[in-house]
């Protein structure tokens, strides 16, 4: 008789895990049961408001109080982490985490990073407390003290470790130098030194170019001085612009460039 029972309730269990998977409750506590563990926590835990917000789901209990039965420690998601309020409405509430600010040049932590660092304290924690999660009467929880001190560990905190930003660099936009027009202030031009002066102190001097080359299109559109020379490294075809002006060269204002044009030097 021994033999069929047990032979029936592992054939039982068995099924269940494959019905419902791996992440079903198969064991449930009794009302009864359940009402007097919540009633001696409230006592216990003191300082806490309990609500329907704050208690936690009768499924979560379930699986902790399986944990443990069978002396086994099992990762659990955050989303199977759910209050009885969440329960009873049968939602999935989203939680945000807010963490303090991080050094310069660095990204914050991300949510991701902290996904992983619970999980490796729970792998950690399923090593250290195997086949002894129960403590002994009097004695401190067994997986509070290990939780406290994993917390802290270095295996663990390196999951939550800023990560370098990685900037791109800005390519600095270019544009063709314009002179000024005028003949300066004053009736005939009488301020016209002083004003020359003051182009030659602040104004930037206009880059280089080769004897008959142009510096922009027949139209006034800028044209790129480093195709010219061969040595754009913007990846743009001939005839298209870039950041500096038109890939067309500076001297016959063709879809080529001015280090290779027929008509230089003429």
Known sequence: RLFWEAHGLAVRDLRLRQEHGADAVLKKLPTSERTARAEAQRRRLTGITWSPETEPSHQLVDRFVAMVEEQTVIYIRPELCTSRAQETLQVKQAKTFALGSVPKNMKPVTLQQIMDADKRLWILL?????????????SDPTCDAVIERLSTSNDVLSYLAPQHEIRQPTIPRWEPYTPRKGRGKGKDGKDKGKLKGQQGEGAPNPPSIPDGAHSTTSDGKPLCFLYSRGKCWAKKKAGQRCAKGFHLCWFCLKEHPGCDCPNKGN
């Not at 399923?126 to 009097?138: T, Y």
């Open 126 to 138: 399923s090593e250290e407390v195997r086949g002894k999660i129960v403590a002994r009467p009097g």
